[in-house]
């Protein structure tokens, strides 16, 4: 079997997850060395999963002389820099979601990307979901037919400090980037023009940091199709992920993951389990399924399945949907870029 | 048993379907006269349900003198001079939806309905539908807490002829009607603004006779909450109707009815029967619940649940919807009354 | 349209049932004619349904010179006589099950309606219920290829008066007495014998009556397919009525009825509405496909699809499942008949 | 943490399994050595999961002065040998179902765990399955009531080769004991009798070999609950494992796991996927679960959830089960011990 020995630069939350899968699920895969500027988190982690070289700079990581691919899973704003040092490095790479809040600075780290001539994939693990695969095949396979309505159901538990809307870029660039993203991959077209109603019901300090916390997303596409995007910060009940796809042909949506399937029949009604409440857990396989096309197209040499572009592609329909905000019109991408 | 005599205006299909209600279903129901233009299709309805006084003059019904309370059943742009006259006759009145296309128009029959003193309630079926009637009791009860988003799917199995739209007011005004009035009802709150994304991807004939087949509608409410409806005049798996509120404290939803429940479990997959597909098997008990509520409210002289108020504000928000297609903008409902 | 003209016999609660069907959805019919001793409350439903003609004793219905056919909706104990009389009055029978208690008096019943050429349907309504219906056509339709095992889970709300047990037969002759009818149907083989495990678990007085409350039944099948039939005097959420069939092929499975289908996603869980309670508003649409088919198939001459036959079978069965509980033993039919 | 070292005697297709999870998810684990006879086989399972100890001689295993723990993989003929041994050795045991097929032999092992005063597990991994978990919760929380009865449906998608069945001592010992030990479990309370109605239905050859592979099974619990298992070799649509608890207060039920939850609507029904379909993916977080368990009651010396009692228990059953099919009658547990 051939293998691939990469590097982790970033061992928090995310990076904890992809080091696991990549030991754990990835035979091909040999990690070789992880950094953090916490260097005790970094131990922690790598000695739990057996790996012996730890750095605190994360350009040893990129320059180690076995490191054939870079694992990107730092704070957004070191994204574009990174990757473009292991571009010059020559190391492939796989980067976490935003690549950058700006466009140009995206752009500049994809053209350092493909002077390199390394692959590049950006993290959009949910394409990766068991139900949105299966939705996406039954697309692709033409069971829908043409598209004509997309619908994305994306609810949070609950929201994160409203602080945190300032370093992330708020609500659109943070969460809804996501639902850009499947918007494109489900429906296979480009969004050309986006109108948002927002509003601030889940807290009112998000409102005053700038950002929304609730919102309806309209979505045109270039080969004629709508979509609907509804999210909020906030949903009692727990995390709630739904796609919804329309066509000529019929219909395909993916409900949900629930814990288990049970259903109690009591005196006062029927009742069963919430969704899996945590991201971690509903998208567990996905980000088991992300890390080994990754390592698996490196490996062989095969096209990546989430491009550069794509992740330039929802960073500026996020900003399209600011502009509608702030402006309370549709906004044309071409607006943008 | 105080009983209510009732005349029906119109039968064909929709006054049919109530005279067969007020006959098997409610008790406290007499009908005692019908009238059509079509005096043969109106003698075959009469005769099957035992009623023995026929017209072929909708005044005959009005002036009739047992008759408490009419039933308008005829084309939309006869209501608003029926429910005139009826009023000026100190009849009670049933209307189906639309009262009329026109702003002027209803508002003429409205104040006619109130100088007289006579109740009026327009056939928004839709909310005596046992599923929807479950949500609003939810709503009602606290259950959902503030509302924050509420979303319709409504599409129908097969486009009405594209020479229809014209006689129909086209689509926000003979379909989605129903869901701008559901909408309203569902989240408590009046509707203030409207934004459309549509699109004519069905049939290219609705298309040249102006009117649209496939669309996705934000509603921006007084309370803060956010709608969206998307509507299609083809979903090839038949009728499409579902409802979904979300609020501070849960979230409730609706699925399709089913004519059975079975599952099939076979060596390809899991199988099981599309939804019902015509509006009269969906809506039967719809139907029913309707025509019981208004005839008990007219003898019990109770406030009736759909006012004319109701009929207007539907058509206000249909014709803003136009506008917001025309102008690809979001349209206040200020700008149209 | 060939119109039958019938007279029914007992006006109580499963005799109102059939009435309002033909008189408000079987065109074809015509009922010309009531009887029950209690005159009192024949009046008040022929009032109801505009039937004039009304009568103490069941003989004149029979000997009515326009009826054509009889509806036998008295007490169990009247219904083998009343079928003969009816037979030799040259009159097609509907009668409502179990047809007697006795093997011998049931065949003498069936002797009858022989000799005298008439047609007789046996009340087994559950075979006209919409999921069982389909259930069916899988296996006619070769679906579920060769039945493996037939499952059938049967509950009521609540137990009947334990008094009753006496007069009914008690728990297999009154309520088991629709499995076993839908078994057969369902297998498309006769049983050839019988084991129970039952119990009484709900109320002690029902034991003390000498009957059961609940119970596991099972059914050998002539084509070597097994059943398993479990009954429940009481469960505390409702009527519970469901059936599955497992082959070769594939296995199909039918759900409960309910009311809507809206769940409620709160903080704690999910929930949703009770299955339908009552067995009128279960199986309201079987009672009605059945008298439809009765009386379509007397007019048309054509076989009917429950005959004295499967009257006699269900009577059997029961017989060895109290003879099983008595003996704790399998039973095989042959034993009874 | 406290930490346990375990030898794995066995490296087939479940000794596999939980060398997996050992060393994946339960940081508390540390396989020190493993054994088997196919040393090919051990070295390349050692060699993936960076185990360095190998034998073939399960002795090694046993006696290896680190080893605290072994976990019994072998085939079943082996069972009580190894648990004779490892007791007299010292060590905590976690052993495969069936213990064995022969009560004297199982005792007779029992004695041994008493006697060296070790902890035994036996590996029900299903009552460790989240559904099932789930289920007993509500039993143990009283939301059920007095359990009345248990359902258990358990087929499998396909039947191992024929002359398997003389190995494995046949349908009710290799594949039923799980469903006797879930009744138990469940329930709460131990069976005192056993009916079965088995057939030969999916494979001639099955029957040859002496076998059935098709059962209906009526358990007679000491609480006055019945249960039904209903059990075949091959189901064309997958691997079908359903439990159903009826009580005083309400019921549960748990169904299949799927592997997404997509529906496609299309014009001819609605569609989904079919239950996964092999044990190990269905009860992949069981066997996890089960690990986990294990290890931490032994680290912490507390009761393990599953004894050898329960070991015990389930192969009386098996054994009544069959002498029930040969006999035709219900058997009563005390007739076997």
Do not use: W
Not at 156 to 179: K, L, Q, R, W
Not at 218 to 231: R, S
Not at 274 to 293: C, G, I, Q, S, T
Request: proline residues 4%; hydrophobic residues 45%.
């Amino acid at each position: 079997m051939k293998k691939i020995k990469l590097g982790v630069i970033g061992t928090g939350r995310i990076g904890k997850v992809h080091i696991a899968t990549l030991v754990q699920s990835v035979p091909q895969a040999e990690v070789v060395a992880v950094a953090d500027v916490n260097i005790a988190g970094a131990t922690e982690v790598a000695n739990g999963f057996g790996i012996s070289t730890i750095y605190s700079n994360y350009q040893d990581v990129i320059n180690h002389p076995e490191v054939e691919a870079v694992v990107i899973c730092s704070p957004t704003d070191t994204h574009a820099q990174y990757i473009i040092e292991a571009a010059k490095a020559g190391k492939h790479i796989f980067c976490e979601k935003p690549v950058d809040l700006s466009v140009s600075v995206i752009q500049g780290a994809l053209e350092a990307v493909e002077k390199a001539g390394v692959k590049l994939m950006v993290g959009f693990n949910r394409r990766f979901d068991p139900n949105f695969l299966k939705l996406k095949q039954l697309v692709v396979d033409g069971k829908i037919g043409d598209p004509h309505v997309l619908k994305i159901t994306s609810r949070d538990p609950a929201p994160p400090p409203a602080e945190y809307s300032a370093v992330s870029g708020g609500m659109f660039m943070d969460m809804t980037i996501h639902d850009f993203d499947m918007a494109r991959y489900m429906v296979g077209s480009e969004v050309t023009e986006v109108y948002v109603k927002s509003a601030v019901l889940v807290d009112p300090a998000i409102g005053e940091a700038g950002d929304v916390d609730t919102a309806v997303i309209t979505l045109t596409f270039a080969n004629g199709a709508i979509g609907v995007i509804d999210n909020s910060r906030k949903a009692v009940y727990g995390y709630d992920q739904r796609v919804e796809i329309f066509g000529s042909k019929g219909m395909a949506c993916a409900d949900n993951n629930f814990p288990e399937n049970h259903r109690y029949f009591a005196g006062d009604g029927v009742h069963s389990s919430l969704p899996l409440n945590f991201f971690m857990d509903r998208y567990l396989d996905a980000y088991a399924n992300e890390m080994k096309v990754f390592c698996q197209a490196v490996i062989n040499d095969l096209a990546l399945p989430v491009s550069g572009d794509d992740g330039l592609k929802s960073v500026v329909i996020a900003l399209a949907a600011k502009k509608s905000v702030q402006e309370n019109r549709p906004v044309k991408l071409s607006e943008i870029i």
